[in-house]
């Protein structure tokens, strides 16, 4: 089994940043790659960024690239997502997931661990 902790949402202005964290325990193995995903008020749950915690590969979403960098502390067992310019369309539940498929880390299927969210406002 593994646990997955998220912290660090809140309210901020149009142009801020943020930083997640998302603190993972237990089956280290099952837990390779971690990625970040959000779910905008009534839409669907989509892919924002992921990690290989192994190699360090990292991948992101077209909606965020340039803006957001996702890292990993493996002595911490804990991901990060340093969200910059931020904007109101970027505000969402954010989940932190882990599985071990890095070939289809932008699907939600290869997760079969998550966290509970935090909430990030983008106010404009």
């Known amino acids: 089994q593994v646990q997955l902790v998220e912290s660090g949402g809140g309210l901020v202005q149009a142009g801020g940043s943020l930083r997640l964290s998302c603190a993972t325990s237990?089956?280290?193995?099952?837990?390779?790659?971690v990625g970040w995903f959000r779910q905008p008020p009534g839409k669907e749950r989509e892919f924002v960024a992921a990690?290989?915690?192994?190699?360090?590969?990292?991948y992101y979403s077209d909606s965020v690239k340039g803006r957001f960098t996702i890292s990993r502390d493996n002595a911490k067992n804990t991901v990060y997502l340093q969200m910059n310019s931020l904007k109101p369309e970027d505000t969402a539940v954010y989940f932190c997931?882990?599985?071990?498929?890095?070939?289809?880390?932008?699907?939600?299927?290869?997760?079969?661990?998550w966290g509970q969210g935090t909430q990030v406002t983008v106010s404009s």
């Open positions: 997931a882990a599985g071990t498929g890095w070939g289809s880390a932008t699907s939600k299927s290869t997760y079969p661990y």
């Open positions: 237990g089956r280290t193995l099952s837990s390779n790659v």
């Open positions: 990690i290989s915690r192994s190699i360090g590969s990292t």
